[in-house]
């Protein structure tokens, strides 16, 4: 039985978008077995019901104690939930939560578990996961001892969310296990962090713009660049700290993992804190007036040119088209 448990992540009543990409990548691996979403909430039905077209099944754990995540309360009952039903494979966001859940269910279950996974295949009857080291500067490839089950934790942005959602799964309610510990956590509110115009994470077309723009007068011109493309605007992590953006415009190890169809980078030399953000892009395309900038070998497309020569002649296309 090859059964995949997809550990879903909420908040504030939305079901976050870790959870549909870790049940994209569960659908390529099932290997015919079943993929279920492991929902943990209160007063969740309708929620979990949005998942019935992109899941074989849903397992409903209702109770007041889901209602705001504590890795202790759902680690008991995620523990109890594997050793009834024995999945292949459970996956969990490398998210808050899930750094606070996966670990201690690896004790408790003696259960393998690979972290911050970017990709994960299937090899014979185990699965092979792919993770980065050093801040991204090496990637590793994971095997697993045999055991009964596995678990890997996925980082957000590694695979698409996009899936058929032909599914029809049944919502089941599972009974919260007994004895479960109270929360050792207070709820006390819930602060949104600084929100931006554009979730770049969510962005199909991205105009990256790094140190390479030299002052912060010349970022009109790129931001007029991205507008005329339809793009939304990125950065390194050198604009950010010289504060020409906010930190929600940052791609990278300590910004974010971005997953665009397209993403074009400007001034930007490719370090590799900087490429750890770009690994789920599709096409990249670079302009650098180093023709041995590391980008370059991260990119698809490549200008060896002064990016002031080549915004303008863009722009120019632009109009005239
Ligand atoms: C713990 C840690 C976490 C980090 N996290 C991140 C992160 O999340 N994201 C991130 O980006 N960085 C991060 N960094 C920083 C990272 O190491 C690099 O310093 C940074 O990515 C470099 O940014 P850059 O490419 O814009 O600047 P530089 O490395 O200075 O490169 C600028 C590039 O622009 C080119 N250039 C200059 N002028 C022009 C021009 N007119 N036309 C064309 N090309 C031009 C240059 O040839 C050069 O290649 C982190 C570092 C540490 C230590």
């Known amino acids: 039985m090859s059964e995949i448990f997809v550990v879903v992540e909420h908040r504030q009543g939305v079901i976050r978008d870790i ?11 099932s290997n015919s077995g079943r993929t279920t979403a492991v929902f943990l909430g209160s007063e969740a039905g309708p929620l979990a019901a949005q998942l ?15 209602a705001h ?5 759902a680690g008991a009952a995620l523990f109890q939930l594997l050793q009834e039903h024995r999945p292949w494979l459970t996956l969990i966001g490398q998210t808050s939560w899930g750094m606070d859940l996966a670990p201690g269910l690896a004790v408790k279950t003696g259960y393998p578990l690979a972290t911050d996974c970017v990709d994960i295949q299937r090899d014979n009857e185990r699965p092979l996961a792919l993770r980065q080291m050093y ?13 009964p089950g596995y ?21 089941v309610s599972v009974q919260v296990p007994a004895g479960l510990p109270e929360p050792g956590k207070q709820f006390l509110e819930f602060i949104e962090s600084e929100a931006g115009e554009v979730d770049i994470a969510q962005a199909e077309f991205l105009v990256s713009i790094g140190r390479g723009v030299g002052e912060e007068e ?33 791609v ?4 974010k993992s971005v997953k665009p169809k397209v993403y074009l980078a400007l001034g930007i030399s490719g370090a590799f804190q900087h490429l750890a953000g770009i690994a789920g892009a599709g096409t990249v395309i670079a302009v650098n007036k180093d023709p041995r900038a590391p980008i370059f ?25």
């Not at 019935?52 to 889901?66: C, K, N, W, Y």
Request: glycine share 6%; hydrophobic share 40%.
């Open 135 to 147: 801040g991204g500067k090496v990637f590793c490839r994971v095997s697993f001892p045999e055991a």
């Open 297 to 321: 070998r991260a990119a698809q497309y490549g200008v060896a040119e002064d990016i002031f020569q080549i915004i303008p002649a863009l722009m120019e296309k632009l109009k005239n088209k």
């Open 69 to 73: 995540f504590d890795g202790r309360v």
């Open 252 to 255: 990278g190890t300590s910004g």
């Open 19 to 29: 959870t549909f990409e870790m049940l994209c990548q569960a659908r390529k691996l």
């Open 218 to 250: 010349n970022l009109a011109q790129v931001q007029e660049l991205a507008r005329a493309l339809g793009a939304a605007l990125s950065c390194s992590r050198p604009v950010v700290d010289k504060k020409w953006l906010p930190k929600y415009h940052q």
């Open 52 to 66: 019935s077209s992109r899941a074989d099944r849903v397992l409903l754990l209702d109770d007041p104690r889901f």
């Open 151 to 171: 678990l890997c934790t996925v980082r957000p942005g590694a695979f698409p969310a996009e899936q058929e959602e032909t599914l029809q799964a049944e919502v």
